[in-house]
């Protein structure tokens, strides 16, 4: 399994930015596909999750800003980042997991295979 992350840069505050995980070996049907983000100083956090089924969870600081969705004939997995703000700067990281329980969704040790991260920054 590889994960490949891409689509980070710097933006304004109330811009929008669209990031994209390319995966190759992943079965969507089967893998827990997630995005988390690691500020400086701060451990990993999640941003966002889809699992198997389709049910998507979010960050509580991300909800209604975000959107995680998967293609599968691209094999992609984008997180849609609208109405940035500053406390958003963060590398995000990709993540793809199987068998991963329902109550451990949001712990970054759930997940087994990691992208390789993009920066994200967002000018006040």
């Known amino acids: 399994v590889q994960l490949q992350a891409s689509g980070g840069g710097l933006v304004q505050a109330g811009g929008s930015l669209k990031l994209s995980c390319t995966t190759s070996?992943?079965?969507?049907?089967?893998?827990?596909m997630a995005w988390f983000r690691q500020a400086p100083g701060n451990e990993r956090v999640v941003v966002a999750i889809?699992?198997?089924?389709?049910?998507?969870h979010y960050g509580d600081s991300v909800k209604g800003r975000f959107t995680i969705a998967r293609d599968s004939a691209k094999k992609t997995v984008s997180l849609q980042m609208n109405s940035l703000k500053a406390a958003d700067t963060a590398v995000y990281y990709c993540?793809?997991?199987?068998?991963?329980?329902?109550?451990?969704?949001?712990?970054?040790?759930?997940?087994?295979?990691w992208g390789q991260g993009t920066l994200v920054t967002v000018s006040s």
């Open positions: 993540a793809g997991g199987r068998g991963v329980i329902l109550s451990n969704i949001r712990n970054p040790s759930a997940y087994n295979y």
């Open positions: 070996g992943v079965t969507f049907s089967r893998y827990h």
């Open positions: 889809r699992r198997p089924s389709g049910d998507t």
